[in-house]
């Protein structure tokens, strides 16, 4: 392949120049140079023909991306395609990822290295999730990224590590390597890695699709919850190493879940599968089955794979039951709280109890705590807005130790007050919470 | 791997996975994950430091290696630990370093030239080297290791010996060969024996060529190296093991030979202008 030089100058397909300041990665595909485009920084990939089977295919394919436009503002879109050079070569521009988000490749590895400001030297910094909340809302919002890409009529040819990064603090999710998104059931016969790759398609039967995206989003969800492969156990690692045939069979044709309810010879090993084994039994039961039933049936039929819907009501629901002790601040799943009766759990580092709360939508009970946030998704059936705050638990600020549910939506709610009269509760007002609450959020009524 | 070997692993395996006893407070934190165990990767290079080599030659390689490092540090994928041995043959055989580094740790150290070339020596030394007990004894899954040698003569010890022992090993079977021949004196057939095959044999005569020849070959092998997989082209066809058995090896071999076709420099031969 031909690499750029710093300072060369790249001629867009419909007009201007970008000026190349620096190589900064190298994939499978090609390298990726910063460069400097109308007084702005890009980032340009330069792919390299002999890395593709019909390199044409692959540029035609990328014009049309860029011309459609990106479906949803978390993909890092490529946005400009360059001339092809006198030897075939070419690259297309995308924004820059921001600094405050977080390959999740560092996420998996718990660091990244970076320039030390006072004395220049590499140094590593931690990269982990700040809160519960910030992980499980990020599981959410890849869900969110496929569902919108779907509707668009598109699926991802193929997926890496590298094409997800994450803020770390909020949980917001960016998509990169948009330029190997297709319309479905095309196949650029782009190689990649298994990890994500449904077995089907690893196998040469099936053409990239809703379906193998439905795998890939599995996977996904799985490495951000248990960090770590669901299908690299105890067989795969008993290999010499990984050959082409062993990708094949682990990942193809014998591919075989690391915590499949009926067969453990594919278990994962400690020492290296230490998080899988550690995090497995905390999670509550319906998240093991969603994984189960996505990498057991999911395996051989595509079509018992879970939907983005599925996983966002799965992931919505492990949201709300996050605890965070009043008393002592452990911060957990339900599951790992002690349940003293229905409505109640107790910490078991302190012994604090916590009340619950239950919404005419769920089957579940939610747990109440100091700081815990109801999302409008949650109190209103017909949303899907799994962001924006409706309610918060709060604190009383005339009234110190007096918790109560404060209206943050620009609605009216109607609650029952220690008087047992249902009073309005405007946006921005609040209500104690109380042995005798009721809710009536609208669509969703709530009781104590 | 011999049975008994085999079946001690095994057991091994299932008692570090007995279901785990109850976790404490400290040790339930989802956010708590330590980091995801990389695959490895080890690339040897076996290079030949015999009295030929003296002068413009090794002067060469070891510049070319030098720079080779960092180039090899960004390709590699993030998931992938790359480990670097470097085994050097002349009158004797010795390892740069007592085992492989890590790329990102790995310091180049100038090599010299002397001696006659022991290349069957070397073999054996390699093969010895590559087990589990040995220089490939990474827990976690490891990917089949890019031997890449580098020679400019014939060999002085018998190395056909030295490469059946190689032969036999099966991390050699699994593994991404390559060769490199240096001036007109290295035997292409002899590399390619090594090799397996003669698309993943290269020649430098000059300078320039033996520079570019390393980074091809030492840079796309160990792309491919590092990469789980092939995917099919025909997608109409199920794939079988045959199919992609040695896939990694046919496509080293291709991307070589198409990478070698570029090459145009023209600068002086090494065996010219003395």
Redesign the interface.
């Known amino acids: 392949m031909v690499n750029l030089k710093v300072g060369q100058e790249v001629e867009l397909e419909y007009g201007g120049k970008a000026i190349v300041k620096r190589?900064i990665?190298?994939?499978?595909q090609g390298s990726v140079y910063l460069v400097e485009y109308n007084g702005m920084e890009w980032a340009l990939k330069w792919y390299d023909s002999?890395k593709f089977?019909d390199i044409a295919e692959f540029r035609k394919n990328l014009k049309n991306i860029v011309s459609d436009g990106s479906p949803y503002n978390k993909f890092v879109w490529p946005k400009y395609l360059t001339k092809q050079s006198e030897d075939g070569q070419f690259g297309c521009l995308t924004e820059m990822v921001p600094e405050s988000f977080d390959?999740f490749?560092?996420i998996?590895?718990?660091?990244k290295v970076v320039t030390d400001p006072l004395t220049s030297h590499l140094v590593r910094k931690p990269v982990?999730?700040?809160?519960?909340y910030a992980?499980v809302t990020a599981a959410i919002n890849i869900v969110n990224t496929f569902r919108k890409l779907h509707t668009a009529g598109k699926c991802f040819q193929y997926l890496n590590?590298?094409a997800f990064f994450v803020n770390i603090e909020t949980g917001a999710v960016l998509i990169g390597s948009c330029d190997n998104i297709t319309a479905e059931n095309m196949?650029m016969?782009?190689?990649?890695?298994?990890?994500y790759?449904a077995p089907e398609?690893?196998?040469?039967?099936?053409?990239p699709s809703r379906q193998t995206d439905y795998y890939a989003l599995a996977v996904a969800l799985f490495k951000v919850?248990f960090?770590?492969d669901p299908l690299?156990?105890?067989k795969?690692?008993?290999d010499?190493?990984?050959?082409?045939?062993d990708?094949?069979?682990h990942?193809?044709e014998k591919a075989l879940f690391v915590m499949h309810p009926d067969d453990?010879s594919n278990?994962?090993?400690?020492?290296?599968?230490?998080?899988i084994?550690?995090?497995w039994?905390?999670?509550p039961e319906y998240i093991k089955d969603a994984f189960v039933k996505s990498f057991t049936e999911g395996i051989s039929d595509p079509e018992k794979r879970l939907d983005e819907d599925q996983w966002q009501e799965i992931f919505i629901r492990l949201r709300s039951e996050i605890i965070q002790c009043d008393i002592c601040g452990?911060?957990?799943?339900v599951s790992?709280f002690d349940k003293i009766d229905s409505t109640t759990y107790k910490c078991?580092?302190c012994g604090y109890d916590i009340a619950t709360i239950h919404f005419s939508n769920y089957d579940w009970r939610l747990p109440v705590y100091k700081g815990r946030k109801f999302y409008e998704c949650e109190i209103n059936p017909f949303s899907d807005d799994f962001l924006s705050v409706s309610g918060e638990v709060v604190e009383n600020k005339l009234r110190p130790g007096v918790m109560g549910i404060k209206n943050c939506s620009s609605r009216t709610w109607k609650a029952k007050m220690p008087d047992g009269q249902f009073h309005d509760v405007g946006p921005g007002k609040g209500f104690p919470l109380w042995q005798g609450l009721e809710i009536d959020f609208g669509r969703v009524k709530a009781k104590m | 791997?011999s049975n008994k070997n085999n079946k001690s692993?095994?057991e091994s395996?299932?008692e570090?996975?007995r279901?785990?006893s109850l976790?404490d407070?400290d040790?339930?934190?989802?956010?708590g994950?330590?980091?995801?165990?990389?695959?490895s990767l080890v690339i040897f290079f076996l290079i030949d430091t015999s009295g030929s080599m003296k002068g413009k030659k090794m002067g060469e390689l070891n510049t070319v290696m030098e720079e080779l490092i960092p180039e090899i540090r960004?390709?590699g994928?993030?998931?992938t630990d790359v480990k670097i041995a470097v085994l050097t043959f002349s009158t004797d055989i010795a390892w740069m370093y007592s085992i492989p580094i890590s790329i990102e740790e790995f310091e180049w150290s100038r090599l010299e030239a002397s001696g006659v070339t022991s290349m069957g020596a070397a073999f054996q030394e390699l093969s010895a080297r590559m087990s589990?007990n040995s220089f490939?004894n990474s827990?976690?899954?490891?990917?089949?290791?890019v031997i890449f040698l580098m020679t400019d003569g014939y060999p002085s010890d018998d190395y056909r010996e030295g490469l059946k022992a190689l032969q036999s090993n099966?991390?050699y079977k699994?593994g991404l060969k390559a060769a490199l021949g240096i001036g007109n004196e290295a035997n292409d057939e002899m590399l390619a024996e090594f090799t397996g095959s003669k698309d993943t044999v290269v020649h430098a005569y000059s300078g320039g060529q033996l520079a570019q020849m390393i980074k091809v070959v030492a840079v796309t092998a160990s792309?491919i190296g590092s990469?789980?997989?092939?995917?099919?082209?025909?997608?109409?066809?199920?794939?079988t093991?045959e199919d992609?058995?040695?896939?990694?090896q046919k496509m080293l071999g291709q991307?070589i030979q198409?990478?070698v076709k570029q090459d145009d420099s023209n600068d002086v031969s090494f065996d010219t202008g003395w």
Request: aromatic content about 8%; hydrophobic content about 35%; overall charge positive.
């Open positions: 190589e990665g190298r994939g499978g002999s089977r390959s490749v560092n998996l590895r718990d660091f982990r999730f700040t809160r519960l992980m590590d590298g196949d016969g782009i190689t990649g890695k298994p990890g790759t398609y690893v196998l040469g039967k099936a053409k919850l960090r770590g690299e156990g105890r795969v690692v008993m010499i190493c990984l050959t082409e045939e990708v094949l069979k990942y193809g453990d278990r994962p090993v400690r020492g290296i599968h230490d998080n084994i550690k995090f039994d905390t999670y452990r911060t957990n799943f790992l078991p580092k | 791997m692993a095994q395996v299932k570090n996975t279901a785990s976790l407070f040790d339930d934190d989802p956010l994950a330590t980091a995801v165990s990389k695959k960004r390709v994928e993030a998931d589990r490939l827990p976690s899954l490891s990917f089949a290791p099966s991390w699994f792309q990469k789980s997989m092939t995917l099919s082209d025909e997608t109409n066809k199920e794939l093991e992609v058995m040695t896939a990694k991307q198409e990478l």
